[in-house]
Protein backbone atom coordinates (compact mmCIF):
# COMPACT_ATOMS: atom_id res chain seq x y z
CA UNK A 1 0.00 0.00 0.00
CA UNK A 2 1.65 3.53 -0.67
CA UNK A 3 1.40 6.41 1.54
CA UNK A 4 -1.10 8.24 1.02
CA UNK A 5 0.11 11.22 3.97
CA UNK A 6 2.55 12.90 4.86
CA UNK A 7 4.17 10.67 7.82
CA UNK A 8 5.31 13.96 9.40
CA UNK A 9 2.09 15.57 9.05
CA UNK A 10 0.66 12.53 11.24
CA UNK A 11 3.46 12.69 13.88
CA UNK A 12 2.24 16.59 14.28
CA UNK A 13 -0.61 15.82 16.52
CA UNK A 14 -0.68 15.02 20.07
CA UNK A 15 -3.14 12.59 20.25
CA UNK A 16 -1.21 10.16 17.34
CA UNK A 17 1.97 10.98 19.03
CA UNK A 18 0.38 9.98 22.14
CA UNK A 19 -1.08 6.63 20.11
CA UNK A 20 2.49 5.63 19.51
CA UNK A 21 3.94 5.88 22.71
CA UNK A 22 1.14 3.63 23.75
CA UNK A 23 1.95 0.84 21.03
CA UNK A 24 5.47 1.10 21.52
CA UNK A 25 4.70 -0.70 24.93
CA UNK A 26 2.55 -3.29 23.11
CA UNK A 27 0.00 -3.84 20.79
CA UNK A 28 -3.59 -2.37 21.36
CA UNK A 29 -7.27 -2.50 20.49
CA UNK A 30 -8.84 0.48 19.09
CA UNK A 31 -10.77 0.31 22.73
CA UNK A 32 -8.16 -0.15 24.90
CA UNK A 33 -6.35 3.01 23.70
CA UNK A 34 -9.56 5.17 23.42
CA UNK A 35 -9.96 4.46 27.75
CA UNK A 36 -6.24 6.38 27.46
CA UNK A 37 -8.18 9.14 26.17
CA UNK A 38 -10.57 12.12 26.66
CA UNK A 39 -12.27 11.11 22.95
CA UNK A 40 -14.45 8.44 21.67
CA UNK A 41 -13.68 5.05 20.33
CA UNK A 42 -14.35 6.86 16.82
CA UNK A 43 -11.95 9.58 17.13
CA UNK A 44 -9.03 7.37 18.37
CA UNK A 45 -9.79 5.19 14.80
CA UNK A 46 -9.64 7.58 13.02
CA UNK A 47 -5.94 8.67 14.45
CA UNK A 48 -4.97 4.99 14.00
CA UNK A 49 -6.48 5.26 10.36
CA UNK A 50 -4.19 7.98 10.01
CA UNK A 51 -1.35 6.44 11.10
CA UNK A 52 -2.25 3.10 9.32
CA UNK A 53 -2.00 5.27 6.57
CA UNK A 54 1.81 6.99 6.92
CA UNK A 55 2.52 3.04 8.20
CA UNK A 56 3.59 3.50 11.47
CA UNK A 57 1.23 1.62 12.70
CA UNK A 58 -0.01 -2.17 11.71
CA UNK A 59 -3.05 -3.59 12.20
CA UNK A 60 -3.32 -7.48 13.01
CA UNK A 61 -6.60 -9.43 13.47
CA UNK A 62 -6.70 -11.58 16.52
CA UNK A 63 -10.17 -13.36 16.52
CA UNK A 64 -13.06 -11.11 16.56
CA UNK A 65 -10.31 -8.34 17.65
CA UNK A 66 -7.69 -5.68 15.38
CA UNK A 67 -4.91 -5.00 17.09
CA UNK A 68 -2.36 -2.23 16.25
CA UNK A 69 1.11 -2.37 16.46
CA UNK A 70 4.12 0.08 15.59
CA UNK A 71 5.77 -0.70 12.62
CA UNK A 72 9.31 -0.49 13.71
CA UNK A 73 10.65 -0.19 10.34
CA UNK A 74 8.59 3.08 9.87
CA UNK A 75 9.62 4.33 13.14
CA UNK A 76 13.36 3.74 11.43
CA UNK A 77 12.54 5.43 8.32
CA UNK A 78 12.08 9.07 10.75
CA UNK A 79 14.85 8.34 12.45
CA UNK A 80 17.01 7.76 10.13
CA UNK A 81 15.54 11.30 8.09
CA UNK A 82 16.01 13.21 11.45
CA UNK A 83 19.82 12.11 12.19
CA UNK A 84 20.71 14.01 9.02
CA UNK A 85 19.74 17.12 11.06
CA UNK A 86 20.97 16.11 14.20
CA UNK A 87 24.32 15.84 12.24
CA UNK A 88 24.18 18.86 10.49
CA UNK A 89 23.15 20.93 13.48
CA UNK A 90 25.75 19.68 15.50
CA UNK A 91 28.53 20.42 12.60
CA UNK A 92 27.06 23.57 12.79
CA UNK A 93 27.71 24.42 16.68
CA UNK A 94 31.18 22.56 16.43
CA UNK A 95 31.90 25.72 13.68
CA UNK A 96 29.98 27.76 16.30
CA UNK A 97 32.63 26.67 18.83
CA UNK A 98 35.26 27.07 17.18
CA UNK A 99 34.61 31.11 15.85
CA UNK A 100 33.74 31.53 19.58
CA UNK A 101 37.54 30.27 20.79
CA UNK A 102 38.78 31.99 17.68
CA UNK A 103 37.00 35.26 19.25
CA UNK A 104 38.13 34.41 23.22
CA UNK A 105 41.65 34.20 21.98
CA UNK A 106 41.72 37.49 19.56
CA UNK A 107 40.19 39.38 23.27
CA UNK A 108 43.63 38.38 24.88
Same mark, same amino acid.
Given at each position: ????????????????????????????????????????????? $???? #????? @??? %? *????? /?????????? $???? #????? @??? %? *????? /?????????????????
Amino acid at each position: MKSRRDVFQAIADPTRRAIILLLAVGSMTPNTLAEHFNSSRQAVS $KHLQ #ILSEC @EIV %K *QEQQG /REIFYHLNAD $KMRD #IEKWL @EQF %K *QLLAK /RFDQLDSVLEQLKSKKK
